[in-house]
């Protein structure tokens, strides 16, 4: 069931591909209940747990409380893959489930895993194979997106591109390792890495003041308003805004040399934001498989028709239009151009023509790209 004040994309699996059809889902909540609350609390649990057995995808859940410190639960939940549990996640339905929770919690953590392997009664494996475990960098990937009014984007741009950066450090475990700012035509993207605690990493950062101002002076350029000293309210926004990564991949080999990072942005037809994320994940798997490509890591971002793709490349993007554009392969190539809104002169993209102009129609601009000095 695992609900309460999800943040956005902070997803618990590690680096490596991901079958985002057929793997399960492992969702854990952390929570912190606050002193004398834990009747309202179980209270709300119970409403929420009817409600959300009905949910299409959701298997079970468990309430677990700690035997050392009784102020701190588990709520646990198996979903049938990761695609319910985001569509679920990410919907206003969801957010009004979750509200009479609220006021009896001091802080959750939520983390994301697939199944990859599970022990019977009998001590046996079950019918489905074991899936191979992915090696992680530790870094864990978030994304948020919001749409600032036509006419304002370069005012956008320079506000984004120009503020302080925060301390990189949070605590010591938790470092935030590298923010990447894209914009596309008026769609702000910005991709944040951390190492350790995103959760964390997060709350530190919105409570810089480097951060806070550039936020403020962005406030009246965005279509959608908001008011962030609201709690109740940035948390509805950071929901809405919320861009979850659905699909990673990492190269098994070492590519060596320069790693060049982009952005694209995939025009899909209404509906079909799902459909296009499972064919790009399918095109990264392959290219990071390949001794011989340039792909380092790929990330796939994906909410409703939203489906953004941050690329870290070792060779600049026009070098190899196929790999850049995840159309490779010819077969996923026509699949993903049936799910696509593309101009006339990017219909074959199965040619370096279509995809260079189909490059020319995904790509983000690169607003700002920082890392932490030490990561």
Not at 56 to 84: A, F, K, N, R, Y
Not at 106 to 121: A, G, Q, W
């Amino acid at each position: 069931m695992t609900t309460l004040s999800e943040e956005p994309g902070t997803t618990g699996t590690a680096a490596g591909t991901r079958d985002t059809e057929s793997a399960r889902l492992r969702v854990v909540l952390l929570l912190d209940i606050q002193k004398g609350a834990q009747e309202r609390f179980l209270d709300a649990y119970e409403l929420l747990r009817s409600q959300v057995a009905s949910v299409p995808g959701h298997v079970s859940d468990q309430l677990c409380q700690s035997i050392e410190d009784p102020s701190q639960w588990l709520i646990t939940s198996e979903w049938e893959s990761s695609e319910p549990f985001l569509a679920w996640v990410d919907s206003p339905e969801h957010r009004e489930m979750v509200k009479p929770m609220h006021s009896c919690v001091n802080d959750t953590r939520s983390l994301r895993f697939d199944v990859l392997r599970e022990t019977s009664v009998a001590g046996h494996t079950g019918d489905r194979a074991p899936r191979p475990e992915r090696a992680g960098d530790g870094r864990t990937r978030h994304a948020i997106t919001f749409t600032v009014k036509s006419g304002s984007e370069d005012k956008v741009a320079k506000l984004l591109a120009d503020y302080a950066s925060p301390s990189a450090r949070v605590d010591s475990a938790t470092r935030l390792c590298r923010t990447s700012l894209f914009m596309h035509g008026n769609r702000v993207v910005r991709a944040v890495e951390v190492s350790g605690n995103l959760v964390a990493a997060l709350r530190h950062v919105a409570q810089q003041p480097e951060v806070r101002a550039v936020e403020e002076a962005i406030n009246p350029y965005l279509e959608e308003e908001r008011d962030l000293t609201d709690p109740e309210a940035a948390r509805a926004f950071f929901t809405r805004a919320g861009l979850p990564a659905v699909h990673e991949a990492v190269a098994e080999a070492d590519r060596g040399g320069k790693v060049r990072r982009y952005a694209l942005h995939y025009p899909v037809r209404g509906g079909s934001g799902a459909a296009a994320a499972r064919v790009l994940a399918r095109s990264d798997e392959l290219a990071a498989a390949d001794p011989t490509g340039s792909l380092v890591r790929s990330t796939i971002f994906q909410r409703d028709d939203i489906v953004v793709r941050v690329i870290d490349l070792a060779a600049a993007a026009d070098e190899d239009l196929a790999l850049t554009t995840g159309t490779a392969d010819r077969d996923l190539a026509a699949e993903l151009g049936r799910v696509l809104e593309l101009p006339g002169s990017a219909k074959d993209l199965g040619e370096d023509r279509g995809r260079r102009e189909l490059l020319a129609h995904l790509e983000m601009t690169l607003v700002t790209d920082r890392h932490a000095q030490d990561s």
